[in-house]
């Protein structure tokens, strides 16, 4: 039975069984024909080799010095992105070290307790991402920030500049692109404002690196796909990505399940 049959009938296939904190930031290297991924809390990077003629998938994984919200390639396939609490760095997987720090965030955006939650490298090749507070969105929410990295890779301060701040965003979570159509997806896990609370998947339009041009929500280049909350589907929108169709995946927090939502309608589509 293939992946798509397996989604197609709403069923999930145990590959490992890790037992992780909080298992998140899945990233595929078509290069080596790897999956990485982090355990937040756990401070480790997971790789995972799915070699279909296995019956034990090889399994691999490194301790990072602190709690790391997500990863992304570079062109060393040995080199990986991390955001960790504040910083962004090059972390080395062979050597299982950081290499250097690219950019980190300024005190003022939250320091105890904080973390960079989910982010992702664009299709042009830009980092974004946000950070959190450990304790979920009611302290978050005072502090947020979505970020783009400015990487000044021939030298020069590298800056993580933000998208979004405390009044646009209370809890920064999963983010895809369409670039067919130059547009990207976020993910705000937790609006407060709502009664109950939920969360909301966003569609920005994007310029040619796949940053949003502009992410005012009332704006002409900013529109509201779906709420989702516990009360009505069951969970808030975590992690997402794009299918080969432009459907977008996204995982319920605190529901148990994956759904699939058409995101010119907003109707579910599969779960």
């Known amino acids: ?33 790897r999956l990485h991924f982090v355990d937040i809390n756990g401070q480790l990077i997971h790789t995972l080799d799915p070699d279909t003629k ?9 301790k990072v010095p ?15 992105l991390a955001a960790l609490k504040r910083a962004i760095v090059l972390f080395d997987l062979a050597k299982q070290a950081v290499v250097r720090e690219i950019a980190t965030t300024p005190e003022e955006h939250g320091v105890e307790g904080y973390r960079f939650n989910d982010g992702k490298i664009s299709p042009g090749g830009v980092f974004i991402g946000g950070r959190m ?24 301060k590298s800056r993580l500049l933000p998208l979004l701040g405390p009044h646009g965003v209370q809890l920064p979570n999963g983010l895809d692109w369409n670039d067919k159509k130059g547009v990207m997806y976020f993910n705000d896990s937790i609006n407060n404002d709502n009664d109950p609370p939920s969360g909301t998947i966003w569609e920005f339009k994007t310029d040619k690196l796949g940053i949003p041009i502009d992410t005012h929500p009332d704006g002409p280049h900013a529109r509201k796909v779906k709420t989702l909350g516990v009360n009505t589907e069951g969970g808030v929108p975590d992690g997402m990505c794009l299918d080969h169709e ?3 995946w996204t995982a ?17 589509l599969h779960r």
Do not use: F
């Open 246 to 248: 432009g459907r977008i």
């Open 133 to 156: 507070h450990k304790s979920g969105a009611e302290v978050t929410g005072k502090h947020s920030h979505w970020y783009r990295l400015d990487w000044q890779r021939e030298g020069g």
């Open 1 to 33: 039975m293939t992946q798509a049959d397996l989604l197609q009938q709403g069923k999930l296939e145990l590959v490992l069984d890790l037992k992780g904190d909080l298992l998140e930031g899945p990233v595929w290297d078509d290069r080596i024909k």
């Open 66 to 80: 602190e709690p790391i919200g997500n990863i992304g390639l570079t062109e060393d396939p040995n080199i990986l």
């Open 54 to 62: 296995s019956q034990h998938p090889r399994h691999t994984e490194v």
């Open 252 to 268: 319920l927090c605190g529901g148990s399940a994956v759904v699939c939502i058409d995101p010119q309608s907003g109707d579910e």
